[in-house]
C-alpha cells in the first residue's frame, strides 16, 4: 500500500464528514422501511414486496457508502 492510503477498517472508524452523516441516516431508515415492508404479516402485492427489496438495497448501499467515506484532509 502506498503511504497515503487507509484500510477499510480505518476508513469505517474515521469521522465521517456532516454531509455523508445525513446520507447514512436517510440510508438506515430507507433500509428499515423496506425490511418493514418485507416483512409484513399480511399479504402484499408482489409488486410492492419487490419496489421494498429495491429500496432496503439502495439503503444497504448508500449506507455502506456513506460509512466509509472520509474528510480529504
Do not use: H
Not at 484500510?7 to 436517510?26: G, H
Request: proline share 5%.
Amino acid at each position: 500500500m502506498k503511504g497515503n492510503e487507509m484500510s477499510l477498517a480505518k476508513r469505517a472508524a474515521a469521522p465521517t464528514p456532516k454531509f455523508f452523516r445525513r446520507v447514512r441516516t436517510i440510508g438506515l431508515c430507507l433500509a428499515a422501511v423496506g425490511g418493514a415492508i418485507i416483512a409484513s404479516p399480511i399479504a402484499l402485492p408482489a409488486a410492492l414486496v419487490a419496489v421494498a427489496g429495491y429500496i432496503t438495497l439502495a439503503g444497504g448501499v448508500m449506507t455502506a457508502v456513506a460509512q466509509v467515506s472520509v474528510d480529504g484532509e
